[in-house]
């Protein structure tokens, strides 16, 4: 299992706020002898009776030398998670967080939105030092 990003706590915390209970930290999702390790896994009830929404989250700080190396493996990483879940999880939907910062920096460039756009990527949007969920990007 690999090493938490430095954001794992704020989005926790906001996804807490946001009305999300955490069912899973890390969510483990095992293909052909294949484990892989999604931060969180979470859900919230849809009504008193009813079942709830279940989403899976992958956090990425981009804190590394180069904000395109880092794409290169989040979306690396998201595509590999999200067929992972649709083997074994179907109704639980994928999600990238990045904080407010890389998204205004670097995903909002056309030709990362035409990736995002073309992969069907959804984005969960948060600003770390509140630790509140800013906006979801379907």
Known sequence: MSARDIFHRAVRSALDKDGWIITDDPLSVKVDEIEFYIDLGAERLIGAQKAGQKIAVEIK????????????????????????????????????????DIYRDFFIRAFIQEIIAEHRLKLIIFEPITEEVLLWKE
Do not use: H, N
């Open 61 to 100: 700080s981009f804190l590394g030398t180069s904000e395109i190396s880092d794409f290169y493996v989040a979306l690396g990483q998201t595509l590999t998670y999200r067929s992972a879940l649709r083997k074994k999880d179907p109704d639980r939907v994928l999600y990238l967080a990045i904080s407010e």
